[in-house]
């Protein structure tokens, strides 16, 4: 089981970027999703986040700028950014609440299932 982010990069202030994040393996079933964001020398920290039924959730610091989305039949997570700062630059990751199969069969759940991370960097 993975989750594979993707779409980050470089872009001035004011652009935009789409973060994708799909979630692969032997998934039972996904609840909420989400996407997170960790600056140099700063904690990671919640920039929105999804529940199955598209139920949103946005940091103030984000509101009207990002959208979070979602497709589940394809089991994938998007973030719409636009007028983007320079101090949106961070490592976002996505994250997911995913109940799957292990190889040997067991089924486990865990609340946060840990995608690598892709770097959105915004400049001035």
């Known amino acids: 089981v993975q989750l594979q982010a993707s779409g980050g990069g470089l872009v001035q202030a004011g652009g935009s970027l789409r973060l994708s994040c799909v979630a692969s393996?032997?998934?039972?079933?996904?609840?909420?999703m989400g996407w997170y964001r960790q600056a140099d020398g700063k904690q990671r920290e919640l920039v929105a986040s999804?529940?199955?039924?598209?139920?949103?959730n946005y940091a103030a610091f984000v509101k009207g700028r990002f959208t979070i989305s979602r497709d589940n039949a394809k089991n994938t997570v998007y973030l719409q950014m636009t007028s983007l700062k320079p101090e949106d630059t961070a490592v976002y990751y996505c994250?997911?609440?995913?109940?799957?199969?292990?190889?040997?069969?067991?089924?486990?759940?865990?609340?946060?299932?840990w995608g690598q991370g892709t770097q959105v960097t915004v400049s001035s």
């Open positions: 393996g032997r998934i039972f079933n996904i609840g909420t």
């Open positions: 999804i529940t199955s039924g598209g139920t949103t």
């Open positions: 994250d997911a609440e995913l109940t799957y199969s292990m190889n040997d069969g067991t089924v486990v759940a865990v609340r946060d299932y």
